[in-house]
């Protein structure tokens, strides 16, 4: 099973500022695509279907992000994402966004998920089901990193 899937996206002409960058609030929405692509592409799981069967998904209830280069007007990117951390009720998702040949980090997301229940509109308990699949997916960092000492890493270390 992969763990960091990866897709390449187009940095399109709506998106961007006058000066030719990716708007900074547009840098979440093609992470999110991206992940939401991962999800159905290499786990043929979608949390659309998981509303429509049982009445619970996912919110976003953190961002931290920091924008290193800019991904510029019709540029090809790479958007690798990660389940960094999975608990009984969050899902913490880091994304990162690369040039086309991995060589120059854009930018990185990580993403808290929160569980909820529609109908309650509360949190909920992963199910047992949700809970082994997604365990699998899980790709921890070595220990309790902080996400700016994250980003420095990734910065000084490349892809890895």
Aim: charge should be neutral; hydrophobic fraction near 35%; aromatic fraction near 12%.
């Amino acid at each position: 099973m992969i763990k960091r899937p990866e897709s390449q996206v187009l940095i399109r002409f709506p998106d961007c500022d006058p000066f030719n960058h990716l708007n900074n609030s547009r840098y979440i929405d093609y992470f999110i695509n991206a992940r939401e692509d991962h999800l159905m592409k290499y786990y043929q799981f979608s949390p659309y279907e998981l509303v429509k069967s049982h009445g619970v998904s996912w919110v976003v209830t953190q961002n931290q992000i920091a924008y290193l280069r800019p991904a510029m007007m019709m540029e090809p990117v790479t958007i690798q994402t990660r389940v960094l951390r999975f608990r009984p009720k969050d899902i913490l998702v880091e994304m990162t966004m690369w040039d086309a040949n991995k060589q120059s980090l854009k930018a990185v997301l990580w993403t808290t998920f929160t569980h909820i229940n529609f109908k309650t509109g509360k949190s909920e308990i992963h199910s047992q089901e949700l809970t082994e699949r997604f365990q699998k997916l899980e790709d921890p960092l070595p220990g309790d990193i902080p996400f700016e000492e994250r980003v420095r890493a990734i910065k000084n270390n490349g892809y890895e």
